[in-house]
């Protein structure tokens, strides 16, 4: 049997309970002038049930039934009461805190029935007025044990769901990630392959950009989802193939969407200042999903970015011209993704065409950061 630290913390409560009580049980054997003189029976019987307390939270019901029986034994022969009802009730607890409910209060009404047999014995200090504190020597400490398994288990439950909803939180923000990298990667791929499709047999040169565009952006692609990928596993050098993106990448944002077709203008307020990080790649990866919608959806062309820093939030806005009906914005999983980075920041998120015949995504996140 592997020893370990509860079985190590049980070895020693149960000889150090084996070695004290045998100083009280004589003590108490001394005492008591109406009782049958402590012997070394007596000892017997309170030391075997104390040594098995050793093995409590491995095996509680059979360390029960001993210390039960044992302890039946001790009060029948006539022995004083002493620390063997402290051996007893222990055990009583193990039971209860240890085993499984179904079986154990069974044997806790088995050991309160073993431990009753003493009081119809002729001579009982006691006698039948003795059932009442008798039976508490089984309650309380079962009482005890059970309500602390129930807390115990309840803290154990809570931790699981707690776990298993940070790796929904991860699973999701991971999904969300790959969404944003792939999806941006493949709407400017496809924009450029049209474009390539298109003038490969007039003009070659021109489809020879456009091709060029597509390996810059598919290697762009890669490299930011290699990067994503390795944060997630936790791998450090892997994790830095490429910077986290943020708003400072806005720039490089803008000439590749150039190249994919889109004439993105970008406008700056308020004073510059480092963000969160959480709060940094959240806006960026809104303006990314916001443009490659523009891409994908829109005609027009081009689109305004409106990064304005203000006291406490930063607020982003795109928006471009609606060259035919209003878009379906409802259930797009971009939008989806979008409105709960924004929601997980604390802040407020809008989208929808304008009275300006524009269509607009304005988020509104909180950076805890004084300008």
């Known amino acids: 049997m592997r020893i370990t630290r509860p079985l190590l913390a049980d070895s020693v409560l149960a000889a150090t309970l084996a070695l004290a009580g045998v100083g009280g049980t004589a003590f108490a054997g001394d005492a008591s002038r109406a009782q049958v003189p402590i012997d070394l029976r007596g000892f017997a019987l309170f030391v075997v049930p104390a040594l098995a307390l050793a093995v409590r939270r491995r095996l509680p019901l059979p360390v ?4 039960a029986a044992s302890t039946s034994a001790y009060l029948v022969l006539g022995y004083a009461y002493g620390p ?6 222990l055990a009583v607890y193990s039971a209860a805190r240890h085993a499984p409910w179904a079986r154990a209060l069974p044997a806790a009404g088995a050991a309160l029935a073993l431990t009753l047999i003493h009081l119809a014995v002729p001579g009982t200090a006691l006698g039948l007025l003795g ?5 508490a020597w089984v309650v309380v400490p079962f009482s005890l044990g059970f309500t ?3 807390r115990h288990e309840s803290a154990a439950r809570a931790r699981a769901e707690a776990i298993r909803r940070s790796v929904d939180d991860e699973r999701f923000r991971v999904a969300q990630e790959v969404h944003d990298i792939v999806g941006h990667g493949l709407a400017a791929i496809k924009m450029q392959a049209d474009i390539a499709l298109h003038v490969l047999a007039k003009k070659p040169e021109q489809a020879e950009v456009a091709l060029e565009a597509i390996s810059r952006t598919s290697s762009q692609a890669l490299t930011e989802l290699r990067a994503t990928l390795a944060v997630v596993r936790r791998s450090g050098a892997e994790g830095e193939l490429a910077p986290v993106p943020g708003l400072a990448r806005l720039d490089e944002l803008r000439r590749r969407m150039a190249a994919a077709g889109v004439w993105v203008r970008l406008e700056t307020s ?6 969160p990080d959480a709060v940094d790649l959240a806006g960026y990866r809104i303006v990314q999903e916001s443009l490659t919608n523009v891409l994908r959806h829109s005609g027009a062309g081009q689109a305004v970015v409106t990064v304005g820093y203000e006291a406490g939030h930063i607020l982003l806005v795109v928006s471009n011209p609606v060259t035919a009906g209003p878009p379906d914005v409802g259930d797009g999983s971009g939008i989806i993704g979008m409105r709960d980075r924004v929601r997980a920041l604390g802040g407020d998120f809008t989208v929808g065409p304008t009275s300006q015949h524009r269509f607009e995504v304005r988020a509104r996140l909180p950076t805890g950061v004084q300008p």
């Open 84 to 89: 063997i009802l402290l051996t007893f009730m």
């Open 270 to 275: 308020g004073s510059v200042r480092a963000l």
């Open 148 to 150: 602390l398994r129930v």
């Open 131 to 135: 059932v009442v504190p008798v039976a």
């Open 64 to 67: 029960l039934a001993v210390v």
